[in-house]
């Protein structure tokens, strides 16, 4: 199939890159209830995204960094939370961070945020020459070709644009209430079922 240039200006536009998804009330998958993800990846093949709300209590930084043989030079590692980022490959490392830290392994995300996978980032945050700000999670969110859509359209999730403010602060319990008055939402006058007009 060929893409004209209307197909790929309609794909760019209804990309979720950048977004924030919000769990909506009711959603009926526990593991995403009342979660804020961070979208990484969206398109015809499928989506992927970090929750960034969901502290990982089974582990701390400290302890994911001795396992890993890295000798933190900062007692500022103390104070990271580890985040369960999904339900997809949670033995898995991802790291989400300001642009001020970039490698070959780096994927530039959105307005000032990017992320990377390695093991060199953790080494860097543990050393005190990392990102500026970052967010730490094991395991990402994850939807097969059109299983995101098909769950908007399903009234499962809303999205709007991210901000560092949101995306970064280590306040992680009051973010999905933050996350919808951003977009001017009173989650008690929602509904958890879709309608037809």
């Known amino acids: 199939m060929t893409m004209n240039a209307n197909t790929a200006m309609n794909a760019t536009q209804s990309s979720l890159v950048g977004q924030l998804l919000i769990a909506m009330p009711g959603m009926p998958d526990p593991r995403f209830e ?38 933190p030079a900062t007692s500022e590692v103390d104070r990271i939370q580890v985040l369960s980022g999904g339900p997809v490959e949670t033995g898995r490392g991802f790291v989400l961070h300001s642009h001020d830290y970039r490698r070959d392994s780096t994927v530039v995300v959105g307005r000032g945020v990017a992320l990377t996978a390695t ?26 070709p059109g299983q995101l859509d098909s769950e908007i359209r399903a009234n499962g999730w809303l999205n709007v644009e991210a901000d560092d403010e949101l995306v970064f602060d280590p306040d992680i319990t009051t973010k999905w209430h933050r996350a919808m008055a951003k977009i001017g939402i009173d989650p008690r006058m929602l509904s958890d079922t879709a309608g037809n007009a």
């Not at 398109?43 to 992927?48: E, L, P, Q, V």
């Open 34 to 71: 009342k979660s804020v993800v961070y979208m990484c990846a969206h398109s015809d093949d499928g989506a992927m995204g970090l929750v960034i709300n969901r502290a990982l209590d089974a582990i701390t930084f400290p302890a994911l960094l001795e396992q890993l043989g890295i000798e």
């Open 119 to 144: 093991i060199d980032i953790l080494r860097s945050i543990a050393d005190g020459s990392g990102p500026r700000r970052h967010v730490m999670a094991l395991g990402y969110a994850g939807w097969g």
